[in-house]
């Protein structure tokens, strides 16, 4: 499997390579070869109308060229046919434009459409009326490369979950920050102190948030065990609800739903620095032992951990949050870099069915390093050698997304 | 049961979201979900204040510690929700008045608090210990110059290295960064679409 | 003498936030000022961007910040405001965040009023909705579905701005002022990439270097990072207008120089206790 990783992307670039060199015509393509009628010394030339692509339908894209040798009109108007058979203006152009999509049509239904340039508030002779019936797409033409890298990508991860659940050892490297989970619980419970566990000032729609709230059911479990008491200020406050849920479940689990305390989740504000102002308060009037940063921080993140840290408590934090990482390194205990925040469930839990997620989205990062050094060279290489160049042009196209 | 209905419900709205994405003609279907999650956001507001009034009064009712905020905090709430709603809230109305004059001078005082704890962390965290640590310790004291215009009145290349460490270094780092954390992504959504991860369900298997 | 040097490593750390006070006062109150040069870099590519939009184009500018980041990014509002509407370009503005919203409408107020600008002819603001990503892709098919009414509550079927608005890929550009989640990265994934709409954009300097990826890969045409991007932008925009009122994050600059410079003196403290206190070890050895 991972030979095959190393391989296909090598595939791709022979294949292509191969295909650029093999019988590839010598001749540019001709892109704007359409054949446009003479319009007389009309303004507006070859006036298109055609179903607009890649949407779910009632669109119609009017593309047009203008004469050169005509005087720019002061203004043009839009016009459409309606059921009456009367040609009703729909909007302005601007002659320049080049391009306007009408949309909230009905779909099935055939639309005619000219263009009619005004020079001083008179109308001059329209342009020829052009037709299109707008439908809706089954496929985006411009994702079926996402499609197909999703695609592979979601055969990895499943294929190494099969791995793991046959009973497969897989490695996982130690993570300083998650092994001292049970450490800084187990110090908090040794000095009689909270565990304070701030899960970022997202909404449950950010994925750092949800694996946060992951977290916070491992670590919930911990604290039930030890009996230490955890608080949980959320920002949100659907986060709260689930927080509440999660944490309950966690008690019930490790067979302590009696101390299992509701009001120590709580919702504090939506407001980024009001949350950060009550999450201090909290830490300066509770002293927690232990505090978990756990989420996506912006701005507020070295208010909290710098806070955190004059308090005296063991501080382990993590995001995704590229800017906010050196903050947290600067004033925290142990930093949970990018991915290792979505790492820890597996790491905390062991599971052979996790695990193996682990090391399919290892291998798919390996897939696009490996992407990543053929396009880095076949770019450069590209610069003295054309077939190199369109090589890392088709490597861009398939990882573009439109 | 009690899993399975809101496993099911994750993998139903997850598949219908990575269809629509693909799938112009089903955009339609993720537009409707995506309404009942902005719904579900707004009413979650309501959610929010009441638990934060439910708190403080339990405060206030059992003398917990540090119970003599609650009040303050029942106040503030009570007062811009009475305003906001009686007297409106353009410019000029008493809400307006409280936000400008109030809640903008205090936000604006939280943030500050960054530049003192940017300090204190700086001087504790940057240590030439090693040749690594004085790279960095080298590259933040280019960046800090180069961003402001004493830095220009130094050399006028100081701002032109501290692009160029921003634009190169620091950007190869940043992308590594994102393009890790991007497949952890990738892989915690799929794991929760297929009912893999389970645990924030109540860690239940 | 070397205990002393050692001691420097431990400063209280309210020494330090008391230097640091003063370091920003001071300059503030003797209205220190320090001339700004502006050089080759995304606050010129965001000038240079706008710059080169047409008259009469239409650009969605997204207030997506909130009071405690305001000292940073209202310049910049201010400044981006000014130098649309000097060149009759339309504004539709709307907030991702709460506050932004009201923040935002006095920035446009004040400019308009400043330039003889007319609401819902030359600007408009349509106001707050939650929903951040998922609120911009319902935006990329029908706006005026997300947003049936602008923030002082009028239909926006009858504003004469709105006439040939409908989605988003109607826009020339979207700028986006964010101090976080919404913001930029939300304009960037969602309408940016979908729709191919240039993005600006400015945000709070410790949020600048997680832009740069975007900047590399052309999805954001500028950036202005925190205040030094609001004193560059003031600064292009005041370029070649008499009487334009002066902006509020140039005179800041002077205070952060000095800023920084004293936290490089701690930072040199620091190692030159960090460093004795090594060799004092060695000579122990």
Known sequence: MVKMLFVLPLLIFASVTFAQCVGCPEEELDVGCESSEPCGDCFIQSLVAEDASNDAGGGIDLSWTIAVDVAIPDSMVLERLDSGGVWSPITTLQPADGRKTDSGLENGQQYSYRIVPFYGGIAEPASEAVSAVPSKQWIHTGRIWMLVILTLISIVVFYFIEQGKRGKELYIRRIAGLTAVEDAVGRATEMGRPVLYIPGIMDMDDIQTIASMVILGRVAMKTAEYGSPLLVPTCRSVVMSVAQEIVKESYIQVGRPDAYKRESINYITDDQFGYAAGVDGIMVRQKPAAIFMLGTFYAESLILAETGRSVGAIQIAGTAMPSQIPFFIAACDYTLIGEELFAASAYLSKEPKLLGSLRGQDMAKLFFMVIIVIGVLSATLGEAWAPAMKVADFLKQITSVE | MRLVIPLAITFVAGMIMILQFFVPATQSVGESLQEWYMIVASAAIFLGAINLLNVHVHKIRFKAPNWKYSPVTIAGFSVMIITGIFFGIEPGKPFDYMFTQMMVPMGATMFSLLAFFVASA???????????????????????????????????????????????????????????AAMGMVATSLRMIFGIERSYLGGAD | MSTFVEKLGSIDRRIIFIVMALAVILPLAFRMSLPIKIGEGPSKDMYDAVEALPNGSTVLLSFDYDPSTMPELQPMAIAMAQQLMTKDIKIVSLALWPMGVSLGNEALISVSDSLGKEEYLDWVNLGYKTGGGVLIVRMGSDIKSVFPVDYDGNSVDEMPIMDNINKLSDFDMIISLSAGDPGIPSWVMMAGDRYDIPIGGGCTAVSAPQFYPYLGTGQLVGLLGGLKGAADYETMVRVGVEDAPAGTATPGMAAQSVAHLVIMLFIILGNISYLAGKKKKRGAK
């Open chain 2, 122 to 180: 700086a001087f504790r965290a940057f240590r030439a210990s090693n040749w690594r640590a004085t790279l960095l310790l080298l590259s933040a004291f280019i960046v800090m110059l180069g961003r402001v215009p004493i830095g220009g009145m130094i050399s006028p290349k100081i701002p032109l290295i501290s692009e160029w460490i921003m634009q190169v270094p620091n950007l190869a780092g940043q992308r590594a960064v994102m393009i890790g």
